[in-house]
Structure formats: structure tokens, C-alpha cells
């Protein structure tokens, strides 16, 4: 059985949560603009749906 925190043997790429992670600067930035976005139209942003 694979472990959690370590790589994926067909992408290379970690799997679960990594500690000391830090995003791209690029990744960091559109982060940044989809929050600016929700902030401005907070009616729009995602809500609980009610049963």
C-alpha cells in the first residue's frame, strides 16, 4: 500500500497533505484574483444548499 505522503508512481507528484508546501507565485496570483472575485460578488459565491 502506497503512503499518503509520498509520491505517485505514475505522475511523480505527492499525494495528501505536504508539509512546507508553497504555491507557484502564478498559482498564488490567480488564487488572489478568484477570491478579489468572490469578494465582490458575494451573493454569487458558493453557499450550502438547504434540504
Known amino acids: 500500500m502506497e503512503d499518503d505522503f509520498t509520491a505517485n508512481r505514475k505522475t511523480g507528484r505527492a499525494r495528501g497533505y505536504i508539509v512546507g508546501y508553497s504555491p507557484q507565485a502564478k498559482s498564488l496570483a ?3 484574483q478568484a477570491q478579489a472575485v468572490l469578494d465582490e460578488f458575494p451573493e454569487n459565491a458558493l453557499q450550502p ?3
Open 30 to 32: 490567480l488564487l488572489d
Open 49 to 51: 444548499k438547504e434540504c
